[in-house]
């Protein structure tokens, strides 16, 4: 399991997160799962409502935790969105947010516990056929709103400028294929 700290956008909205570690494990066949802990201030953090866990749209608008992940020597790749109500969203895009479709994939597990200062998701994904034997350059990130309107962009790295987590530059993550050995 690999373990990793994100970092607050520069221009972010700050004092309501204080932190968001990840850790990743890559499972035999081709299987993801994530951890996402967040420590900061729990009540004043905007979480959407528990609903019917589906696939729905829009939902980087508000609290959710994303993955991106595509091969290193290609431009490209796949987004996961996951939202502690449940939903969640998968998308394939042939390059940099270029040929957007919506990814055929299984429904992601999304598991959430919340206490004082904490909030932790687990997120258990199967990669995309075309992802499961290979190495790839993933990007873990989050959206968090607050009950006041402002709003906070982690990721691992960030590129110059605005918030942009399709960048290259913020898939700073190598996970190495499983071998069947």
Not at 114 to 124: L, N
Request: proline content about 5%.
């Amino acid at each position: 399991m690999t373990g990793m700290v994100l970092q607050c956008h520069p221009l972010s909205e700050m004092g309501f997160v204080g932190g968001i570690a990840v850790h990743v494990d890559r499972a035999e066949g081709g299987c993801l799962q994530m951890k996402y802990t967040l420590h900061g201030l729990i009540e004043e953090i905007h979480f959407p409502e528990a609903t019917q866990p589906e696939r729905t749209d829009g939902l980087w608008q508000s609290t959710c935790f994303e993955l991106f992940c595509g091969r290193d020597n290609d431009g490209s790749y796949v987004e996961f969105n996951f939202a502690p109500s449940g939903q969640w969203a998968a998308y394939a895009f042939i390059g940099y947010r270029a040929g957007m479709t919506e990814l055929a994939c299984q429904p992601p597990q999304i598991n959430c516990t919340a206490g004082k200062g904490i909030f932790e998701m687990t997120v258990t994904l199967a990669l995309p056929e075309s992802l499961r034997a290979v190495d790839v350059m993933a990007g873990l990130s989050a959206v968090i709103a607050d009950k006041h309107g402002r709003t906070a962009y982690w990721a691992l790295a960030h590129p110059p400028g605005k918030a942009d987590f399709h960048h290259k530059d913020c898939f700073a993550l190598q996970l190495e294929a499983r071998s069947a050995a």
